[in-house]
């Protein structure tokens, strides 16, 4: 019994002694000063130029994917600058969003996405992300996937709004083109088009 109880002393003491994980913001930090402070700077002046800067924050603009650490990947990944004019039309439509209250605190899970990390993430080939047109964000609770919903239908023509439904809180957008998806990446499947968008009815989609 004595020899457990030190067992159990000595794992609590080294538990204890570990130091905490990073945190995000201070993963971010790390990977700027390991050379990439000028370029996010650049990314994020021309961003302000356009007003677009506070859409949201470059941490989590620039996050590559949910599975960076499985695909042996950094967390965090710069466009190409010839690429960053295609963010532009996609932040608006997210701020746009915000505005109307359908979006509350977004959580930008996926940006640009380099060719080898959107193979590895099961992406697309002809993914958004590989031209820095779309963004992965994860919802809180308090964003009704029917208000999300109506929102499409009725703007998305207009915006070329592309949204797609990993999940319920789990979402894709873009504006290269109107048109929704689902967990099987076809139209049928989007909560959109499925009477589990919230509304309790049937829809066509827009």
């Known amino acids: 019994m004595r020899l457990i109880a ?15 994980a990073p ?46 650490r499985r695909c042996a ?8 600058p010839a690429a960053w004019p295609s963010m532009r039309p996609t932040l608006v439509l997210v701020r746009d969003l915000s505005r109307a209250g359908v979006l509350v605190k977004p959580q930008v899970a996926s940006g640009f996405r380099t060719a080898a990390f959107n193979r590895c993430e099961g992406g697309s080939s002809r993914s958004r992300h590989l031209t820095n047109n779309a963004l992965d964000f994860d919802l809180g609770r308090e964003v009704s996937v029917a208000d999300l919903c109506r929102y499409w239908r009725k703007h998305g023509a207009a915006r070329r709004f592309g949204l797609g439904f990993y999940g319920r809180r789990q979402i894709h957008v873009d504006t290269s083109g109107f048109r929704t998806w689902g967990h099987d990446y076809t139209r049928a499947s989007s909560l959109c088009v499925t ?11 827009g």
């Open 6 to 20: 030190v067992c159990v002393a000595i794992l609590a003491i080294a538990n204890c002694s570990a130091p905490p």
């Open 23 to 68: 945190s995000a913001a201070d993963r971010y930090e790390r990977w700027l000063a390991a050379g990439h402070v000028a370029q996010s700077a650049a990314y994020s002046r021309q961003l302000r130029q356009h007003g677009l800067d506070g859409v949201v924050p470059m941490r989590q603009l620039l996050r590559s994917g949910r599975r960076w």
């Open 73 to 80: 990947v950094d967390e965090f990944a710069l466009p190409p």
């Open 195 to 205: 009477s589990s968008a919230g509304t309790g009815k049937p829809t066509n989609g």
